[in-house]
Each structure stands twice: as C-alpha cells, then as structure tokens.
C-alpha cells in the first residue's frame, strides 16, 4: 500500500474500464462519468482531493482483484526496469523491492510490455 501513496496519476485502458465497472456493477459509460478524465490520448482515474487514488481505502485498494494494469505491473514498468539506477530509486519508497523470489529479466521485461500494450499513449 505504500507504493500507492507515491505523487502521481493512475492510468486505465479502456479493458480496465469494462473490468473494474462491471466489478462495481456500472455501466461503462457510468464508471467512465464518475471516475475517469479522459484526454486526446489517456485515461486516468479522477484524482481526489489530499489523495492519491479515490480506491485506495484505509485496509487497502477496493478493487484490488480487478486493479488497472498501471497497479498490477509495478514496479515492473519499462521506465523502471529500463533505465539504470531507478529500480534503486523506485526501491526507496517501495518495500516490495528486494523481497520474496527473485524476478528474471525476461519476465520483467514481458511484463513491462504490458505496460507499452495498455498505454500507448505514453509509450507510443
């Protein structure tokens, strides 16, 4: 959770979208009215006042099971893993950094595409 708390926006693709407001039980098109700013190029979930992310409660993020992939693949994101220096970085405010199996720099790489797929916008 406290990799949550960083300054900065939450991105969505438009699956994200679908997902999470058929998790909340809304339309697209509702969930899209209430909770996404969308720009020419972007998504990003509406940014509360002295907040990080209007789901991210005190026990944790509401809707974890269907999360956007921006919050799935991290800290696996390719200007992470891609440039010298920011894994160490990132792992600063991070505690996940450095913990649990060791992850190949395959699957790292694969997942940070993930990341370019879903936002092409920023990674085009």
Same mark, same amino acid.
């Given at each position: ?20 407001? +058929? ?5 697209? $098109?509702?969930? $899209?009215?209430? #909770? ?21 409660? %005190? ?19 390719? %200007?992470?893993?891609?440039? +010298? =220096?920011?894994? $160490? ?10 913990? =649990? ?5 395959? @699957?790292?790489? $694969?997942? +940070?595409? @993930?990341?370019?797929? +879903? #936002?092409? =916008?920023? #990674?085009?």
């Amino acid at each position: 959770m406290k990799c949550c708390n960083v300054d900065g926006y939450v991105y969505i693709s438009e699956e994200d979208v679908t997902r999470i407001a +058929a998790f909340l039980k809304m339309t697209p $098109e509702d969930f $899209e009215q209430k #909770y996404v700013y969308r720009t020419a190029h972007l998504l990003r979930l509406r940014k509360p006042r002295n907040a990080q992310c209007l789901f991210l409660k %005190e026990d944790g993020c509401s809707i974890h099971t269907v999360n956007p992939v921006q919050c799935r693949t991290f800290p696996f994101w390719p %200007e992470i893993i891609e440039k +010298a =220096g920011e894994w $160490e970085k990132t792992g600063l405010t991070c505690p996940g950094i450095g913990k =649990g199996p060791l992850i190949q720099i395959g @699957e790292a790489m $694969e997942r +940070a595409s @993930e990341m370019k797929t +879903a #936002y092409p =916008g920023i #990674y085009g």
